[in-house]
């Protein structure tokens, strides 16, 4: 059985940094596509980021250059490591897996989700 | 980037009724579109995926079309269980969902 259950959310101050983590089970991280998306609270879905299979990453424009994404195959595991963290990071991040075609790809399996507060 | 509007925003409905949900992209996407079912505190779930395949597991009375810029998600007979959001995604550039549009209880 897939699951994902993401950790690492919590209070953090402006500026601060978090590494939230996504362990994966019933497949390998290393063999798909995984993404983080984020909700803000009473608002819609964001993607923020994608790790591919043969390692290339992607950024939305909004964490570009302040976020990284990786995985640990040892641990079969996923991350994301936020940087200079501001106020509107503020959201649930869920980590998913991607399943990928030619041109395009969708979010098969989520994970319940990990609430980030950045606040002072 | 690609923008997704969905309508309507909101919308009330009683057990066993047909509803309908537009999803709208502001270029061509052919049909790079797909739909989530989100209740309240849990994680999003796939309905829909490439505009009108069924996500394995999915009742059939929840149904998808379109292609290019106009899409819809359609639940044949409403459900108890299928008061939730509804959130429309394309994956043609990036990946962007629409707004939201939430099933309430009439």
């Known amino acids: 059985e897939v699951q994902l259950v993401e950790t690492g959310g919590g209070l953090i101050q402006p500026g601060w940094s978090q590494r939230l983590s996504c362990a994966a089970s019933?497949?390998?991280?290393?063999?798909?596509?995984m993404t983080w998306v984020r909700q803000a609270p009473g608002k819609g879905l964001e993607w923020v980021s994608v790790?591919?299979?043969?390692?290339?990453?992607y950024y939305a424009d909004s964490v570009k250059g302040r976020f990284t994404i990786s995985r640990d195959n040892s641990k079969n595991t996923l991350y994301l490591q936020m940087n200079s963290l501001r106020a509107e990071d503020t959201a649930v991040y869920y980590c998913?897996?991607?399943?990928?075609?030619?041109?395009?790809?969708?979010?098969?399996?989520w994970g319940q989700g990990t609430l980030v507060t950045v606040s002072s | 980037d690609i923008q997704m509007t969905q309508s309507p925003s909101s919308l009330s409905a009683s057990v066993g009724d047909r509803v309908t949900i537009t999803c709208r992209a502001s270029?061509?996407?052919?049909?790079?579109l797909n739909w989530y079912q989100q209740k309240p505190g849990t994680a999003p779930k796939l309905l829909i995926y490439?505009?009108?395949s069924l996500q394995s597991g999915v009742p059939s009375r929840f149904s998808g079309s379109g292609s290019g810029t106009d899409f819809t998600l359609t639940i044949s007979s409403l459900q108890p269980e299928d008061f939730a959001t509804y959130y429309c995604?394309?994956?043609?550039?990036?990946?962007?969902f629409g707004q939201g549009t939430k099933v309430e209880i009439k």
């Open positions: 270029q061509n996407i052919n049909n790079h």
């Open positions: 490439l505009a009108s």
């Open positions: 995604q394309q994956s043609h550039s990036k990946r962007t």
């Open positions: 790790l591919y299979t043969d390692g290339y990453t």
């Open positions: 998913a897996r991607l399943i990928v075609g030619s041109g395009w790809d969708y979010f098969d399996y």
């Open positions: 019933g497949f390998l991280v290393s063999s798909y596509y």
